[in-house]
């Protein structure tokens, strides 16, 4: 791999175009149509994306559902706010989270926590948060009295860079979100409808879902200069057997596998590098791969993702994908012709 810099993944980007709400409905978002072959790129709107699909392509989803993982509380003893943003669960009760104010949050520092949720008939009772282990830059391992309550006492954590209150908190929710758990939505996943998904399976395309639990890396730049330096954060995923016997039989044919997000083609590119042969294995483990220019895709063919932010390990995988003199060329375009980004913007597919 030739050496890179996180300098490299730099741009500047205007203030406006950061989106703050989705558009509605949500395959009326942009499309910006990338295609590594020629370099051409054609702009249109996401319900389009039809167009681009043929019989025979797999699309592949990622269908972790985000939690309610920002618990707002107060420190026994000073009384003093304390926030607390859930990204992994170790074992029932016991998760990995970011708190604040960290310096403050020592082992054995406790929480509460007023459950306050419609669904909640037990109003009066609080929820309990011991601060167990202490990590790094405000993580903490912390055990709750009751994850039963845990689950009606947070709200979806919406990105930092959004700052406009969310009226509805199933749009930050693909339509077909199942297993619950990620700290953030698959957000490439958001521009599908259930009447587009509907129209692409008339065309004789398939649909596989996998799942990674989205986590601490949506939330962080990568700061050192050196890329190959960050540690990024694991990440748990599943590739089924039928899945995987799926995709390993597409490759065969070669028909096209389609991800839909960089945490699907991260998932689906570490089950690659962990099976023993040229077939895609089972997967079930955590996921650290962090794909650089250099790597070798060796399951994901087309990729449909959103613009990320600068110096992220997204802008990296797409890169990697697609080649830096084109991803910059498009994200050039991009913003000279005001698509939207981040998590509530628009799309890029990169045939």
Same mark, same amino acid.
Do not use: C
């Given at each position: 791999?030739? +050496?890179?810099?996180?300098?490299?993944?730099?741009?500047?980007? %205007?203030?406006?175009?950061?989106?703050?709400?989705?558009?509605?409905?949500?395959?009326?978002?942009? =499309?910006?149509?990338?295609?590594?072959?020629?370099?051409?790129?054609?702009?249109?709107?996401?319900?389009?994306?039809?167009?681009?699909?043929?019989?025979?392509?797999?699309?592949?989803?990622?269908?972790?559902?985000?939690?309610?993982?920002? =618990?707002?509380?107060?420190?026994?003893?000073?009384?003093?706010? &304390?926030?607390?943003?859930?990204?992994?669960?170790?074992? #029932? *009760?016991?998760?990995?989270?970011?708190?604040?104010?960290?310096?403050? $949050?020592?082992? *054995?520092?406790?929480? !509460?926590?007023?459950?306050?949720?419609?669904?909640?008939?037990?109003?009066?009772?609080?929820?309990?948060?011991?601060?167990?282990?202490?990590?790094?830059?405000?993580?903490? #391992? &912390?055990?709750?009295?009751?994850?039963?309550?845990?689950?009606?006492?947070? !709200?979806?954590?919406?990105?930092?860079?959004?700052?406009?209150?969310?009226?509805?908190?199933?749009?930050?929710?693909?339509?077909?979100?199942?297993?619950? *758990?990620?700290?953030?939505?698959?957000?490439? *996943?958001?521009?599908?409808?259930?009447?587009?998904?509907?129209?692409?399976?008339?065309?004789?395309?398939?649909?596989?879902?996998?799942?990674?639990?989205?986590?601490?890396?949506?939330?962080? %730049?990568?700061?050192?200069?050196?890329?190959? !330096?960050?540690?990024?954060? /694991?990440?748990?995923? @599943?590739?089924?057997?039928?899945?995987?016997?799926?995709?390993?039989?597409?490759?065969?044919? /070669?028909?096209? &596998?389609?991800?839909?997000?960089? #945490?699907?083609?991260? @998932?689906?590119?570490?089950?690659?590098?962990?099976?023993?042969?040229?077939?895609?294995?089972? +997967?079930?483990?955590?996921?650290?791969? +962090?794909?650089? %220019?250099?790597?070798?895709?060796?399951?994901?063919?087309?990729?449909? #993702?959103?613009?990320? $932010?600068?110096?992220?390990?997204?802008?990296?995988?797409?890169?990697? +994908?697609?080649?830096?003199?084109?991803?910059?060329?498009?994200?050039? !375009?991009?913003?000279?012709?005001?698509?939207?980004?981040?998590?509530?913007?628009?799309?890029?597919?990169? =045939?």
């Amino acid at each position: 791999m030739k +050496f890179v810099k996180t300098s490299d993944f730099d741009y500047t980007l %205007p203030t406006e175009l950061i989106a703050q709400i989705p558009i509605e409905p949500r395959d009326q978002s942009r =499309l910006l149509v990338l295609n590594r072959k020629n370099g051409s790129i054609v702009h249109r709107r996401f319900f389009e994306i039809t167009d681009y699909l043929h019989a025979g392509d797999v699309l592949v989803f990622n269908d972790s559902r985000v939690i309610p993982a920002r =618990l707002k509380g107060r420190r026994v003893g000073s009384g003093g706010k &304390v926030e607390i943003l859930l990204l992994r669960r170790v074992s #029932t *009760g016991l998760w990995e989270a970011l708190v604040k104010p960290g310096r403050r $949050l020592q082992a *054995g520092s406790t929480v !509460e926590i007023s459950v306050d949720s419609p669904l909640n008939i037990q109003k009066d009772k609080t929820l309990v948060a011991e601060i167990t282990e202490v990590g790094e830059g405000g993580m903490r #391992t &912390v055990r709750f009295s009751d994850e039963a309550l845990l689950m009606k006492s947070g !709200e979806v954590p919406l990105p930092p860079y959004i700052h406009t209150p969310l009226a509805d908190p199933d749009r930050y929710q693909t339509v077909y979100a199942r297993i619950d *758990g990620s700290a953030a939505a698959p957000t490439a *996943g958001l521009h599908f409808t259930h009447e587009l998904m509907r129209k692409i399976a008339s065309k004789g395309i398939k649909f596989m879902f996998v799942m990674l639990h989205v986590g601490l890396d949506t939330f962080r %730049p990568v700061t050192e200069d050196n890329p190959l !330096e960050h540690v990024i954060y /694991k990440e748990y995923g @599943i590739v089924s057997s039928e899945v995987a016997a799926a995709l390993s039989e597409a490759k065969r044919q /070669k028909q096209r &596998v389609i991800a839909v997000g960089t #945490t699907t083609v991260r @998932i689906l590119e570490q089950a690659a590098r962990a099976s023993k042969s040229q077939e895609l294995d089972p +997967f079930e483990d955590w996921v650290d791969l +962090f794909i650089l %220019p250099g790597h070798r895709f060796r399951t994901v063919d087309t990729l449909v #993702t959103n613009f990320h $932010l600068p110096r992220s390990t997204l802008l990296m995988l797409v890169t990697a +994908f697609s080649g830096r003199e084109l991803i910059n060329k498009a994200y050039r !375009e991009a913003i000279s012709e005001k698509y939207r980004f981040y998590s509530f913007g628009d799309a890029m597919l990169i =045939l």
